[in-house]
């Protein structure tokens, strides 16, 4: 069985400071990995995904994530945050080994963003 | 474009009574995700859709749960006999074609309460 850990509920931080949501998985297969945003009152958005390739993947809004196998690991990082940032962050994964779509989601990480 | 919706956005409901929510996914895309998020967990699968079978119906979590897709294109999750556990934000995904790879689209949720 696949699950997913953010052992983060809340993470408070300031503007302009780094940032890091931390996400592992459990799986005895290949998997992918993505991370979805959910903005105050709006549905779910991708953030961004790692299928394969590049163990270093990016979103169009500065944030980045890395897959690490021997950890079990898809931690987000952004360098600098901005109060936009601010909202819930949920780590998910699939593995294509089961012939199934159905995401595995984490309990989510509520990232709040002061001035 | 337009994206998924979901009607209605908040349901209030008596215990043991029946319960329709209904999604309509962003056009063309074959397939269609029904998830469901309670307070302060991530998004629980319920069952997912190709075209107008359901190709994954593993994550309904007992026979008063049930949804159709007739004509491959709009979802009704239907409930029997509800429980006040069934209370949660309910949602639904689409995205083009079946994979795990491919990127579901999520819709703003109903919300239901069960009293």
């Known amino acids: 069985a696949q699950s997913v850990t953010q052992l983060d509920s809340q993470v408070p931080v300031f503007e302009e400071a780094p940032v890091e949501l931390r996400c592992n998985y459990s799986?005895?297969?290949?998997?992918?990995l993505f991370w979805y945003v959910q903005y105050p009152n709006q549905g779910l958005q991708l953030l961004l995904k790692?299928?394969?390739?590049?163990?270093l993947v990016e979103s169009i809004n500065g944030f980045e994530a890395e897959f690490n196998k021997s950890q079990t690991s898809f931690h987000l990082r952004k360098p600098s945050v901005h109060i936009s940032d601010t909202a819930e962050y949920f780590c998910a994964v699939i593995s294509p080994s089961y012939n199934t779509d159905k995401l595995i989601f984490g309990t989510g990480t509520r990232l709040q963003v002061f001035p | 474009g337009a994206g998924v919706s979901q009607t209605p956005s908040n349901k209030v409901t008596e215990k043991g009574k029946y319960v329709e929510l209904r999604c309509d996914p962003i056009s063309g895309h074959t397939a269609l995700y029904w998830y469901r998020q309670s307070l302060g967990q991530g998004p629980e699968f319920l069952i997912y859709?190709?075209?107008?079978?359901?190709?994954?119906d593993s994550g309904l979590p007992n026979d008063r749960f049930f949804a159709v897709r007739p004509e491959g294109s709009v979802s009704t999750l239907k409930i029997q006999r509800t429980e006040r556990g069934d209370s949660a934000v309910y949602l639904c995904a689409s995205s083009p074609r079946q994979g795990a790879y491919n990127e579901q689209f999520f819709g703003p949720g109903t919300r239901l309460t069960v009293l």
């Open positions: 790692y299928l394969s390739g590049s163990t």
């Open positions: 799986s005895s297969v290949s998997v992918y």
């Open positions: 859709f190709q075209g107008t079978g359901a190709a994954d």
